[in-house]
């Protein structure tokens, strides 16, 4: 009954920015997670940010300064601005909804981002 679709990615040149979008069918508050994951080849899939119900945001080490992670409530979409990006941010991007612990759990189709030196 949940959807969550990516778009955006593409292809940008090392310091260049891109703007990831994740739209989904529910509204993102209470106790729900909407997190930003990536998966480069032959490394595991790994948060890079999150934002909660309420509007509390998290980001992996990697990303902090340089990614932005927020929400449209009325569009009912995350996004992710990324700025600076580096070689390394080159991966597959997924959005995923979390609800509460063991109650649910929601993945997007994945967009591809590809960062050049």
């Known amino acids: 009954q949940v959807q969550m679709v990516e778009s955006g990615g593409g292809s940008a040149q090392a310091g260049g920015s891109l703007r990831l979008s994740c739209a989904t069918s529910?509204?993102?508050?209470?106790?729900?997670?909407v997190g930003w994951y990536r998966q480069a080849p032959g490394k595991q899939r790994a948060m890079v940010a999150s934002?909660?119900?309420?509007?509390?945001?998290n980001y992996a080490d990697s990303v902090k300064g340089r990614f932005t992670i927020s929400k449209d409530n009325a569009k009912k979409t995350v996004y992710l601005q990324m700025n600076s990006l580096k070689p390394e941010d080159t991966a597959v991007y997924y959005c995923n909804l979390r609800i509460g612990p063991g109650i649910a759990d929601y993945w997007g189709q994945g967009t591809q981002v590809n960062v050049s030196s």
């Open positions: 934002i909660t119900g309420p509007g509390s945001t």
């Open positions: 529910t509204i993102i508050s209470g106790f729900k997670t």
